[in-house]
């Protein structure tokens, strides 16, 4: 499974993609920061993180979306910014026709580091080892990108949880008719659905 995480900023928005395999082996395919100059106007600046998001959907085809759940916080000015980042990277991600996931800050944490209050400099150090290396990706806007999409190939449960998020979020029930959804993901979602009714998956997972 291929993973694109991005890390919303409005100044700065991380995008990384890995690729999964067996054995919980994540490899890095590429890594950037999209920047945008604060004099220019807001729509312009989210033209330009949507046009880069444009661009790796349809160069790295990757299967999922990971997306940073944004939480409010003390500076208004910022999380807004931050939160219109992350409705353009899902709505980036509903017009490939691809799931989408959000993971919080301290969930990421918690699957990369073990420690849902890790501080930056960890996070840099085991994403660094965890893709096996030379020297920290940075920004660290970079390095939460890798780690948003590495969190969700450890924690997501793969392919099938990619299905559940596809349309409303991590916690959904997916929906297994319609457009928009491949022969593989619709059977993921139907067995999903078969699972839910005899009790085999607990609900929120």
């Given amino acids: 499974m291929r993973i694109l995480g991005v890390d919303p900023g409005l100044t ?30 807001p729509h312009l600046r989210l033209l330009a993180v949507a046009e880069a998001l444009d661009d790796w959907l349809t160069r790295l085809k990757p299967d999922v979306v990971a997306v940073e759940r944004v939480f409010a916080q003390a ?12 409705g353009v990277a899902m ?21 990369v580091t073990g420690d849902g209050r890790a501080e930056k400099a960890q996070v840099q150090e085991m994403v660094r080892r965890i893709l096996r290396l030379d020297a920290a990706p940075r ?5 939460d990108a890798l780690a948003l999409a590495i969190c969700h190939a450890w924690r997501g449960g793969g392919t099938g949880s990619a299905v559940r998020a596809q349309y ?38």
Avoid: F, M, Y
């Fill in 75 to 86: 500076n208004v000015r910022s999380v807004t910014g931050t939160s219109q980042v992350a």
């Fill in 139 to 143: 920004p660290a806007d970079a390095a």
């Fill in 91 to 111: 709505l980036a991600a509903a017009r490939a026709h691809l799931p989408l996931a959000l993971h919080t800050p301290s969930e990421v944490k918690a699957a």
């Fill in 168 to 205: 409303g979020g991590a916690d959904t029930l997916p929906r297994s008719t319609g457009g928009g959804l491949t022969p593989a993901q619709r059977a993921w979602a139907q067995a999903e659905r078969s699972a839910r009714r005899a009790g085999a998956v607990a609900p929120g997972r």
């Fill in 12 to 41: 700065r928005c991380g995008l990384g993609v890995v690729d999964t395999a067996s054995g919980r082996r994540v490899t890095l395919i590429e890594v950037g920061v999209v920047r945008s100059a604060a004099d220019l106007s």
